[in-house]
């Protein structure tokens, strides 16, 4: 069906087709029609400080629905401020579409006012890229890069529209469907595979799962948990894989790798088998690959067949998207399957280490020790909040003391490692999900790079919690010099500056600090009885570190403990 | 370390060439030669690429370019069945009038053509393995080779079987 109106209006009719109900964004010179357009559209438009923080709300937003989230940004800077963004939803494989206003078509290449090749700086980070250059090729683009966006592995698409096809009249096509010849995102799982798969694993002796987060964008957790279940096999996860399997249940095991927990770590480098799902063995989740695949046969179960035998060598792989392998893989392991016994001296080993683990890490002395305030949280929050983190200790404490219980509630940068990635991805969350509490475990250093969202929270009504850890450091890379260099500390006291109750209020948030756990109490209480963003500042000890920690270039088993 | 003649099957769109390429360089792979063209349906063009790396460095490189949306297929061409080649010109010196002559009977013996005969130098093109062109190029030292530009190899393989 073909309609007649500018490219910005057919920009927002093709939106709203995809079910687009808000974007976050920022307006400038070269999107302007669009934003014209955005102000007659029903679509709910979301105004940032600043462009990194929409593409941060419009992947957060993504990674909670598993639909794409938008971004709105103006040519040359306003585009350039997307990348981290971008490039954060890529190494996550979130689903998103950026769009963006470029100087009109006669002007590209003349270095015009904020012109910037945003399709050139951002290729690599981007799933893929479209820029129209007729009114006429918008709404296919636009249907054609939400399908890209959202099926296969996700990942971020970016629409760059010069001003002129936005503003220019047209005869437009709106298509119901779209081809994408070069484009083939699931392929069905090879049978022959995956019954060589569940000989493997029920050959094993000691078998292990590791869950990663192809598991939680596919959705694919009641069939890892019975396929766990029904073999007793335990459950470690990646970093990224945190939330794809119960973290109280009794056969989980936390996440492996630099900060995994102790008996995960330990556990994992006596298995003789894993079945690793959704996972592309990050260097962060398995140490050296070398030392990882000895003495390990590995079932490799994904989407990405470019995935298969990048970072290890696997014994087999079953390319296909994790929930339909892992239905299929149960189906045959029904015929076979023997539960083993309770004496199985695997699973009685994996019990015992658990335990003493468990019971026997030893934690930070003080009243605001980061494992007691996170298991705080922990307590006060209802399993169903998300959970977003930014990127350092904090992070990496939340990976060890915080149990995410409820299936896909824990979001975090693992990829890319973006501070200030968890605030405004909170905001997206709760834009997603206004119905449940949304957390953001911060760090100050973190915080600090998108503390401007505030702006968003307070006046958008998105009432998220930032539960802000707060060593006035740059506490990772001061746990780094402090272990790795002599404790020549460089560049990461952050002085005491800012006063973040003060900084909440003057965005009209409510600021608490906690500086006792009954004050904690209270204001996680507060935050959630709150219909305002909330900031609760935790003075720590600066001196804490994350551990176990194994350091880079190592093996999970050279993994470093608590003294 | 082997090398790879991969045969890349593209849309004929612009700014492809630069997505293939960016690909190379940002999974930190080499590209040997490269030569790109229309095929017999103008719809798309091939890019044929040789490459050298290990076994798992290759395998690794055709799954990432096949799954970029852009390219239509992409196949690793057995090199044993295939066939390449390459055009090249070389700009020759002629220092003495005796030269130019060797140097047409060099060419015509590795069935190349020489053009621009000119008093300073011959301009010879051929199009030949690279195995060959290395060939000629060191027989070819020995009058001195002021240019040379080569167009990365191009290939297709045999059909499989005669029925």
């Known amino acids: 069906m073909n309609e007649t109106m500018i490219g910005a209006t057919a920009l927002m009719k093709a939106l709203e087709k995809e079910g687009v109900k808000e974007v976050f964004g920022l307006p400038g010179g070269a999107n302007l029609p669009m934003y014209d357009e955005l102000g007659k559209s029903n679509i709910r438009h979301i105004l940032v400080r600043h462009e990194q923080s929409a593409a941060h709300m419009a992947d957060g937003f993504g990674r909670v629905s598993r639909k794409p989230g938008v971004c709105f940004a103006t040519s040359g800077p306003g585009a350039t401020n997307l990348l981290t963004g971008i490039a954060t939803a890529q190494a996550d494989s979130a689903p998103m579409v950026a769009v963006t206003g470029q100087v009109p078509v006669a002007m590209i290449g003349k270095d015009a006012f904020q012109e910037s090749d945003i399709i050139g700086m951002a290729n690599p980070a981007l799933k893929y890229s479209y820029q129209p250059r007729t009114p006429e090729e918008i709404p296919t683009m636009v249907k054609q890069g939400f399908y890209i966006a959202e099926t296969g592995r996700p990942g971020p698409v970016l629409l760059d529209i010069p001003k002129d096809v936005q503003q220019n009249e047209a005869n437009i096509p709106f298509p119901d469907e779209v081809r994408v010849p070069g484009y083939h995102p699931w392929t069905d799982p090879d049978m022959q595979n995956t019954a060589r798969a569940v000989e493997l694993l029920l050959s094993a002796q000691k078998p292990i799962i590791l869950a990663g987060g192809g598991v939680i964008i596919s959705s694919a957790f009641a069939e890892l948990q019975s396929i766990a279940e029904l073999l007793m096999i335990p459950v470690v996860t990646t970093f990224k894989g945190k939330g794809a399997f119960p973290e109280n249940h009794p056969l989980s095991l936390g996440p492996i790798g630099m900060h995994g927990h102790a008996e995960a770590n330990k556990l994992m480098t006596e298995a003789d088998c894993v079945l690793a799902i959704g996972t592309r063995f990050s260097d962060r989740s398995v140490g050296t690959f070398e030392e990882f695949e000895k003495n390990l046969k590995i079932i490799h179960m994904d989407v990405d067949p470019a995935e298969i035998g990048k970072n290890q060598t696997t014994s087999v792989a079953v390319v296909g998207d994790v929930r339909t392998s892992l239905r299929i893989f149960g189906k045959l392991l029904m015929d076979k399957a023997v539960r083993p016994s309770d004496d199985n001296p695997w699973l009685k080993h994996v019990k015992e280490t658990k335990q003493y683990w468990r019971e026997n890490l030893k934690l930070h002395p003080g009243e605001m020790g980061a494992a007691k305030i996170l298991r705080k949280l922990r307590e006060l929050l209802p399993k169903e909040s998300i959970v977003t983190t930014e990127v350092g200790q904090h992070q990496m404490w939340a990976s060890l003391f915080f149990d995410a219980i409820h299936p896909g509630t824990f979001f975090s940068s693992t990829g890319l490692g973006t501070m200030g990635w968890g605030f405004p991805a909170a905001i997206g969350a709760k834009t997603a999900r206004p119905d449940v509490p949304v957390v953001d475990i911060a760090g100050d250093g973190s915080f600090n790079m998108t503390e401007h969202s505030l702006a968003t929270a307070v006046l958008e009504d998105l009432p998220v919690i930032v539960f802000l850890i707060n060593n006035y450091s740059l506490g990772m890379v001061a746990q780094w010099q402090r272990t790795f260099y002599d404790r020549r500390m460089v560049g990461v006291d952050l002085k005491k500056c800012p006063d973040y109750v003060k900084l909440a209020e003057s965005y009209g948030a409510q600021g608490i600090r906690a500086q006792s756990m009954d004050e904690l109490e209270k204001a996680i209480k507060d935050g959630l009885n709150s219909d305002v963003a909330t900031v609760i500042d935790i003075p720590i000890d600066p001196e804490e570190d994350v551990l176990p920690f194994v350091a880079p270039g190592t093996g999970l088993k050279d993994m470093i403990l608590p003294s | ?163």
């Open chain 2, 1 to 163: 370390m082997v090398w790879a003649i991969l045969s890349i099957k593209v849309e004929n769109k612009p700014g492809i060439l630069f997505k293939v390429t960016h690909l190379f360089r940002s999974r930190n792979f080499n590209i040997d030669s490269i030569s790109v063209g229309v095929t017999e349906d103008k719809k798309y063009s091939r890019m044929t690429i040789t490459t050298i790396g290990d076994e798992k460095q290759i395998t690794q490189i055709v799954k990432q370019l096949d799954k970029m949306i852009d390219t239509i297929e992409v196949r690793r061409l057995d090199v044993n069945n295939s066939v390449y080649r390459e055009l090249v010109m070389f700009k020759i010196k002629v220092s003495k009038p005796e030269d130019s002559m060797e140097i047409n009977k060099l060419a015509s013996a590795y069935s190349a053509k020489t053009h621009d005969a000119k008093k300073e130098s011959i301009i010879v093109e051929m199009t030949a393995t690279p195995h060959q062109i290395s060939a000629f190029e060191e027989l070819a030292k020995k009058f001195g080779i002021k240019e040379m530009a080569r167009t990365g190899i191009t290939a297709l393989e045999r059909e499989e079987h005669e029925h």
